[in-house]
């Protein structure tokens, strides 16, 4: 299925859906019920509260929460107004919190329940934000506001939400995502998934991933109806396949690798799956062939990211069960439909020749606007004919797939989150006796990688109180499961640091990759 060609941003989404199907379910949580109408409705009402509030085009909101209705209608609010939405990573350490609100300029703050005692902590270091709203009051301030009933037009380029991805000067990047990529993304994912309006999409990766946002959004583009988890706690999100008939869903590897192990999952009626995604982080192999029996002919590895609002290639059914393609289960499959994916020297830009490694360039109308008030860091992202440069190293080969083996930006992909180790090298710099200091990915059975810190300390360090220094200023997720001492790091003669030789003990006789 297809978008309307009349229907060139979100908020026209839910008119079309509110008009043709006002009555039928467009999302559920928990005992939470919307019909479209009613959704509908409840975003025209926040429309109002923000402008109200004196938010309108151009300006940011946050939302610091667990995955909860309140902040999906809140970027459709946003879509509304010509403003945007910047959704927190609620794993974030307070500093991090402060530092993604405040690169936003974010005029109002939803907190959620868990979070309200930190938000309010934090009041005096935001400046900008100039009303902070509780869960508590969340709908006795949207029920205090009329309907909006017409609204200006909204501009297909302009960006409504604001996804945060870790950056490699150490903070984090907002990505700006417009209504035409956004949509772009939702038609070119429903085309190669199959998503329509008799789909039933279950939303458990958080709302701060693209993951999750998207993945609600492909489900409003086509009037699927949308079932939402707070948290994707492993039962309960097998358990709603089977109960609610989800037909379309989108995993990490070591949620699945959790479902794997469910009491009574094999008993379970999971024959409505349509698409089982997975991706933004390594399968096992082990956890791919537990899964195969659970969802057979129905799973799709994918290979994405924020700036390009989600998946831009996948590897699918035939692929996985196939002995005579085994090999591919290591690649990220072929573009999607409205993507175009070369491998190309990352120094010239040239184009490299089929299985010669390089740099992953894609382009597709679903591209970010660029990097939220980092015009160079976009220049050098987007070429002037609208490649994105990925940063991630691999090739293609013959049959045009795409083989994802390494990380030219240096990332850590751990349990599906994307860590910089900049960012986590600049808070072990802060600390005393540390001379000198690199951050690598080393293999780990449950997350896939995590990070390791070596370091150049000439008095010796105390590690667990490195560590504990780590976890106060970073989300748990990026913190060093460990520290290596060393005399000096290994450079080459331009003083870089050799992180290849870092790794090299790590990663003997394994296969470092991302998918």
């Not at 978008?3 to 008009?19: E, I, N, Q, Y």
């Not at 200023?473 to 992180?499: H, M, Q, S, W, Y």
Request: aromatic share 6%; hydrophobic share 45%.
């Amino acid at each position: 299925m297809t978008l309307s060609p009349a229907v060139t941003d979100v908020p026209g989404l839910l008119a079309r859906w509110a008009t043709e199907r006002p009555d039928a379910e467009a999302l559920r949580f928990g005992e939470v019920r919307r019909t479209w109408a009613q959704l509908d409705e409840r975003v025209r009402r926040l429309a109002t509260a923000l402008r109200a509030g004196g938010i309108g085009r151009g300006d940011r909101i946050a939302v610091l929460d667990l995955n909860h209705p309140s902040c999906l209608e809140l970027t459709l609010a946003c879509a509304r107004i010509g403003a945007a939405n910047a959704v927190v990573n609620f794993r974030s350490a307070p500093p991090e919190i402060v530092y993604v609100v405040n690169d936003a300029g974010a005029k109002l703050l939803y907190v959620g329940p868990e979070f309200a005692a930190a938000a309010a902590g934090l009041a005096d270091r935001t400046p900008t934000v100039q009303r902070i709203v509780t869960a508590d009051e969340y709908e006795g301030w949207l029920a205090a506001h009329e309907p909006e009933a017409d609204a200006a037009p909204v501009d297909p380029e302009g960006c409504f939400v604001q996804l945060y991805t870790s950056g490699t000067t150490g903070f984090p990047k907002g990505v700006m995502l417009t209504h035409r990529a956004m949509l772009a993304h939702s038609d070119n994912v429903a085309h190669s998934f199959e998503v329509d309006p008799t789909a039933v999409v279950q939303v458990a990766m958080p709302l701060f991933h693209v993951g999750g946002t998207s993945y609600a959004l492909l489900a409003i583009a086509h009037g699927a109806r949308m079932v939402m988890l707070r948290t994707p706690d492993p039962a309960a999100v097998v358990r709603q396949m089977a109960d609610e008939r989800i037909t379309h869903t989108f995993l990490v590897p070591a949620l699945l690798a959790a479902i794997t192990r469910v009491p009574g999952v094999a008993e379970l009626d999971l024959s409505a799956m349509r698409t089982m995604s997975y991706g933004a982080s390594p399968m096992p192999l082990p956890v791919m062939r537990a899964c195969l029996p659970l969802f057979p002919g129905r799973m799709h590895q994918v290979y994405g990211m924020t700036e390009a609002c989600g998946v831009v290639s996948a590897l699918g059914p035939a692929d996985h069960e196939d002995p005579a393609v085994a090999h591919r289960l290591v690649s990220a499959g072929t573009p999607i439909h409205g993507c175009e994916i070369e491998v190309r020297d990352p120094a010239t830009g040239a184009p490299v020749p089929t299985d010669a490694p390089g740099e992953i360039w894609v382009r597709s109308a679903q591209l970010m606007a660029g990097y939220w008030q980092l015009p160079e860091a976009t220049e050098a992202a987007i070429t002037e004919d609208g490649w994105l440069r990925t940063g991630d190293g691999g090739h293609l080969d013959a049959d045009g797939y795409v083989y994802v083996t390494d990380r030219i930006k240096d990332m850590i992909v751990s349990g599906g989150e994307n860590v910089y180790p900049a960012e986590i090298e600049r808070v072990l710099a802060e600390y005393p006796g540390i001379a000198d200091v690199a951050v690598i990915g080393v293999p780990d059975e449950r997350w896939g990688e995590v990070p390791r810190a070596v370091v150049v300390a000439p008095e010796g360090i105390d590690e667990a109180a490195v560590l504990a220094h780590c976890r106060a200023e970073l989300a748990a997720f990026k913190c060093p499961t460990g520290i290596d001492v060393v005399d000096e790091l290994p450079r080459n003669p331009t003083g870089k640091i050799l992180k290849k030789e870092l790794r090299a003990p790590f990663w003997a006789g394994r296969e470092r990759r991302t998918v």
